[in-house]
């Protein structure tokens, strides 16, 4: 699977934008989905995930009622919207399949799509 983010953006502090992550393969409507930030220098960062049907989404303490995951398995492509933006924020994000929501690790990965808030 081969997972393509696009997106990020410089935008400033109270702004928003929207993520989205294509996948090349309909085994994406199999896979449990996920969107992971890092700021370089620094560890990955969970940021939410859904489940493979979409009615199951958690969320990083830090976004919770600013950022909100979700699905299109018609058209194979993940999404985050993102309120609220603050610096914090700033980072670059990935997102990540793997078969299972209770599998410990992503298996694929993205690129990476840049968010800078200021």
Avoid: H
């Avoid at 995930?49 to 950022?67: C, D, H, L, P, Q």
């Amino acid at each position: 699977v081969q997972l393509v983010e696009s997106g990020g953006d410089s935008v400033q502090a109270g702004g928003s934008l929207r993520l989205s992550c294509a996948a090349s393969t309909g085994t994406f409507r199999s896979a449990c989905m996920g969107w992971i930030r890092q700021v370089s220098g620094k560890e990955r960062e969970g940021v939410a995930g859904i489940n493979s049907g979409g009615g199951e989404t958690w969320y990083a303490a830090s976004v919770k009622g600013r950022f909100t995951i979700s699905r299109d398995n018609a058209k194979n492509t993940m999404y985050l919207q993102m309120n609220s933006l603050k610096p914090g924020d700033t980072a670059m994000y990935y997102c990540a399949a793997k078969g299972q929501c209770s599998d410990s690790d992503y298996n694929y990965w993205g690129q990476g799509t840049q968010v800078t808030v200021s």
